[in-house]
């Protein structure tokens, strides 16, 4: 596990590497795009509490009369449950759509809420059996990190002079290269940075002893 370090807007982070002339770094991303929903479960994101403030995010052919059943169901019962777990809303999909819904609200903005469905139709076109459980567990984390602002670059800071890491770290005197955007949870952005600066280390000729 790896000590990471940030700057005073909480905005830029980093790692030493067993090479003192390189850093992992991590950037939040402040414009983030949404995620791709690799699941390629039915989604549903929005702003507000009244079901037409959604739109769909992401969507199985064949699932188009659950998402708009959705919102039918919730503008007609009044209510878009993406606080509450159990409603009138979650148990009419469950009952006449054989759906379960998973909500996930942001923690630093009580109107921005996603709507991931596991319906039949999903299930069966991505191979998912009957019985399996949690299976939307990385889009509800992917979604997540999305809607608190927990999206990363990731990248690295080389500095070829420096041979110890017993010094304060100013990144303006490093070589900072951010290389890839997209990353969802600062677990994820931080291994993907120590990856890359891994293959940075590699890329440097040999760092000799000090004598």
């Known amino acids: 596990m790896k000590d990471w370090t940030w700057d005073e807007t909480y905005t830029r982070g ?8 390189v850093l992992a770094v991590i950037e939040r991303d402040s414009s983030p795009s949404r995620p791709d929903g690799d699941a390629f479960a039915p989604t549903l994101v929005g702003y507000g509490w009244r079901h037409n403030d959604y739109e769909i995010a992401q969507e199985v052919a064949s699932d188009d009369d659950v998402l ?19 409603t009138i809303v979650t148990r009419y999909m469950r009952i006449f759509h054989g759906t379960e819904l998973t909500f996930v609200s942001s923690t630093l903005d009580r109107y921005a809420n996603v709507v991931i469905f596991d319906t039949p139709t999903w299930r069966n076109a991505v191979g998912v059996s009957d019985d399996a459980e949690d299976v939307l ?11 608190d602002e927990d ?44 990856e890359h600066a891994a293959w940075a280390i590699g890329q440097l000729p040999e760092l000799l002893p000090i004598a």
């Open 137 to 147: 567990a990385g889009e509800r984390i992917t979604w997540q990190a999305y809607l």
């Open 14 to 21: 980093w790692a030493r590497t067993d090479d003192p002339r």
């Open 68 to 86: 708009r059943a959705f919102q039918r169901a919730c503008g007609y019962f009044g209510i878009l449950p993406a606080h509450t777990p159990e």
């Open 151 to 194: 999206v990363y670059g990731v990248g690295t800071a080389v500095r070829a002079t420096q041979v110890l890491d017993d010094s304060d770290v100013d990144l303006n005197d490093w070589d900072v290269s951010i290389e890839s955007w997209g990353h969802y949870g600062d677990e994820s952005a931080e291994e993907a940075a120590l």
